[in-house]
């Protein structure tokens, strides 16, 4: 497995973090990579960095936003945009490390969600 920095990734989840406010996600402290080579089925993962990492080693929470180029790179660029969004929606408001699940008492991420959250920003 092989991995490179993302930085055609990294412009877009700025600018859907600006476009979508939401302002408690600190995108200094978002990384994204693109995968190759991996065996995994899923189109993109986040990776939390857990609070003990944070409390023992003195560093701010952070994510990182992994792409697997086999399967991303040949999404529309509509669905590329939902795939990001998805994965940016497991963050805690509170911006800890920790991430959110798909389903909470509170929230839902789903295609569903997804797509409102598209139709009200008109991306």
Not at 93 to 115: C, M, P, Q, V, W
Request: aromatic share 8%.
């Amino acid at each position: 497995m092989r991995y490179k920095i993302a930085q055609d990734v990294k412009e877009k989840v700025n600018q859907l973090i600006n476009q979508l406010k939401m302002k408690y996600i600190d995108e200094k402290r978002i990384y994204c990579i693109r995968s190759f080579d991996v065996k995994t089925r899923a189109i993109a993962r986040i990776w939390g960095m857990s609070r003990l990492f944070a409390e023992v080693c003195g560093i701010k929470p952070c994510y990182i936003i992994e792409v697997n180029a086999k399967r991303f790179d040949k999404l529309s660029k509509r669905d590329q945009i939902k795939t990001l969004i998805h994965e940016l929606l497991h963050i805690p408001k509170t911006f800890s490390g920790a991430l959110l699940s798909h389903r909470g008492r509170y929230h839902r991420i789903n295609d569903k969600a997804i797509e409102n959250i598209l139709k009200k920003v008109k991306i």
